[in-house]
C-alpha cells in the first residue's frame, strides 16, 4: 500500500448507514453525508441526501482505495446492506481494519476499543483528547481512527527498521541504572518525555498526594536502560531507589522491595560511620601528633 493509496472510513447505522465519512491519506475531511432519515436531520439538512446518492457518491470517491476503519467486519457490513437496499452495484472493496492492526502491534492491552486506544496512545484532534460524550458520530470517529492508524504505521514502520538495523544495546545489558552504557536518546523518546512529565506532575502536586509512574515491558524491552537515562539527568540533584526484579508473587514482591530498601538504608549508614571514622581517625591521629602520649605512672 502507498502512502496515499487509502481513507479512512467511518459508518453509523444498525443496519444500513445513516451517516458517514470519509478522511484521505493527509487528515482531511473530503466527504460526509447522513441520511434523509437521519434523527437529526434537521439540524444537517444541507447534507442529507438519499441512500442512493450517498453510496453512489462513496463508490466513486473510494475507487481503487484501501477503505481503513475500526471494526472493519462492521462498517463492511453495514456497507453491504446499504448498497443492495439502494439497489447499487457493490464494488470490490478492500479493508483494512485499526482494530486488528493494534491487536498485532500491542498483544497485551485491556481493550481495542477506539475510545481506549486513542486515550492510551494520548492522541488529539484539533488539540483536544478522545471525549466520549462527542463519539459515535462518523465525522468525530473516522478522525480519532485516522490518527490511531497513523500511529499504528509508525509503529510498524519503527519496528522494521529496528529489525533491519544493528542492536546498539546487544552487547551492554544495563543491570541498574547506575551503569554508563551508550544511550540513543531517539529509542523510547516519546515515553521518556511521557515519564518525565508524570514525575514533574508529581513534584508540583501541591497536595502531596501519592501518586506513581509504572513502566512495563517484556524482559530485554529496555526499562532499566531507560531508568538509567533518567538516572543520568536526575541524580544530579535527586536520590534514586532502586529495586532490582521485583517481579515474582506478592509475597516475594513485598519481601524483595522491604530487603532492597532495608539494604540502601544500612549502605548509606555505613558508608556515614565509615566516614565518621575516617574523620575520628584524622582527629586522633592529630592529637597525637600535637601532644606525648603517658604510659605508666606520673
Not at 463492511?76 to 491487536?103: D, H, T
Request: proline content about 3%; overall charge positive; hydrophobic content about 35%.
Amino acid at each position: 500500500m502507498t502512502e496515499q493509496n487509502f481513507v479512512v472510513i467511518d459508518t453509523e447505522g444498525k443496519r444500513e448507514l445513516s451517516e458517514i465519512a470519509v478522511i484521505d491519506s493527509q487528515g482531511k475531511l473530503i466527504y460526509e453525508a447522513f441520511t434523509e432519515d437521519h434523527p437529526n436531520n434537521t439540524e444537517i439538512q444541507l447534507k442529507c441526501k438519499s441512500l442512493r446518492n450517498i453510496v453512489s457518491e462513496f463508490a466513486t470517491l473510494v475507487q481503487s482505495k484501501i477503505l481503513v476503519c475500526h471494526y472493519a467486519a462492521h462498517d463492511r457490513k453495514v456497507l453491504r446492506n446499504s448498497f443492495i437496499q439502494a439497489g447499487v452495484r457493490l464494488p470490490s472493496f478492500s479493508f483494512e481494519c485499526s482494530c486488528e492492526l493494534a491487536r498485532r502491534c500491542f498483544p497485551n492491552l485491556p481493550e481495542y476499543s477506539l475510545r481506549y486506544l486513542s486515550k492510551h496512545f494520548l492522541l488529539k484532534v484539533k488539540n483536544r483528547l478522545f471525549d466520549a460524550n462527542l463519539a459515535h458520530t462518523a465525522r468525530y470517529d473516522a478522525e480519532f481512527t485516522y490518527h490511531l492508524y497513523r500511529k499504528l504505521k509508525e509503529h510498524l514502520a519503527m519496528y522494521e527498521r529496528l529489525r533491519n538495523t544493528y542492536n546498539p544495546f546487544s552487547s551492554s545489558r544495563v543491570d541498574t541504572p547506575f551503569q554508563d552504557h551508550i544511550d540513543l536518546q531517539a529509542v523510547y523518546h516519546s515515553e521518556y518525555e511521557i515519564l518525565k512529565s508524570i514525575i514533574n506532575d508529581i513534584k508540583c502536586d501541591p497536595n502531596q498526594q501519592s501518586k506513581g509512574a509504572v513502566v512495563i515491558g517484556e524482559a530485554g524491552a529496555g526499562k532499566t536502560h531507560l531508568m538509567m537515562r533518567l538516572a543520568k539527568e536526575r541524580l544530579k540533584t535527586n536520590r534514586l531507589l532502586f529495586i532490582r526484579q521485583p517481579n515474582n508473587a506478592i509475597g516475594g514482591f513485598i519481601l524483595n522491595v522491604t530487603s532492597w530498601i532495608g539494604g540502601q538504608i544500612v549502605t548509606r549508614r555505613l558508608d556515614i560511620l565509615r566516614q565518621y571514622s575516617k574523620e575520628f581517625s584524622s582527629f586522633v591521629a592529630t592529637q597525637i601528633g600535637a601532644k606525648k602520649i603517658w604510659c605508666g605512672d606520673g
